[in-house]
């Protein structure tokens, strides 16, 4: 398709990236992509393109279909839109494609992250691209959680949400526990992240062990009891004297970082 130049901010082929910082902005149930490098691994994902926009030496140098609509605008058109200044200069839109099951996932799986009540979008974006790093092989979201295709969690996740397999278990805040079963069932073995000095060292929570799902809880609370008891083991990430915790994607890293070890 031709690029098409618009320079009216009032244009409605703008309105899916108008006003992206509105709170209701998510709502429209849209993917958006930020930056060439996040707009490069939309295009890649399952996830189908409405449309791209951006200026026109970015459009010039990236490599999308040609039946995708492309739309220049200027930096100051862009902002209008928008609702600020977007200094990457391409955005890419689409709509939202089904997650996947948590069957599908744990058919193939062998290490897992469960997350309860993170809701922090920087914290998911920065889970999701820790996880891709570290060889993770999907996450699974329990009660309280943020969206994952929020727009700052693809951010900050450097696109890595659209490429790493994902699914929510069922259940509320009190019952969403039992869904960890099916994960019971399926051979893994389950861990509780947690920074209580008596729990188990976290290498030797790993040790041996062929499968595995790391349950993260939200920074500050952590994970709930209930959360826990559904548990073959709680572990601990060994901290130096006079610290309790870390931030909870650092946390996550590490836990990533030393099951892959394990694995070796």
Known sequence: MTRVLIDDPADPRLDDVRDLNRSDAADRRLVIAEGPLVVGRLLESRFPVRSIVGFGPKLDALDAPADIPRYEVTRETLAA??????????????????????????????????????????????????????????????????????RRVVRVSMGHVLR?????????????????????????????????????????????????????????????????????VRARIPMAPGTDSLNLATAAAIAFYERERSLR
């Open 81 to 150: 839109v928008a609702g600020f200044d977007m200094h990457r200069g391409l955005l890419a839109v689409a709509d939202r494609a089904p997650e996947l099951s948590v069957e599908e996932i744990l058919a193939t799986a062998r290490t897992i992250v469960v997350l309860e009540g993170v809701g922090d979008h920087e914290n998911i974006g920065s889970m999701f691209r820790n996880a891709a790093g570290m060889g993770v092989d999907a996450i699974l979201f329990g009660n309280g959680c943020g969206d994952p295709l929020y």
């Open 164 to 232: 790493l397999p994902y699914a929510h278990l069922d259940g509320t805040y009190t019952t969403w526990q039992r869904s960890l079963a099916q994960l019971a069932d399926a051979g893994f073995h389950l861990v509780s992240l947690t920074p209580d000095p008596e729990a188990t060292h976290l290498a030797d929570a790993l040790a041996g062990k062929e499968k595995v799902a790391l349950l993260v809880g939200a920074e500050g609370p952590g994970l709930t009891e209930h959360a826990m008891r559904a548990t073959d």
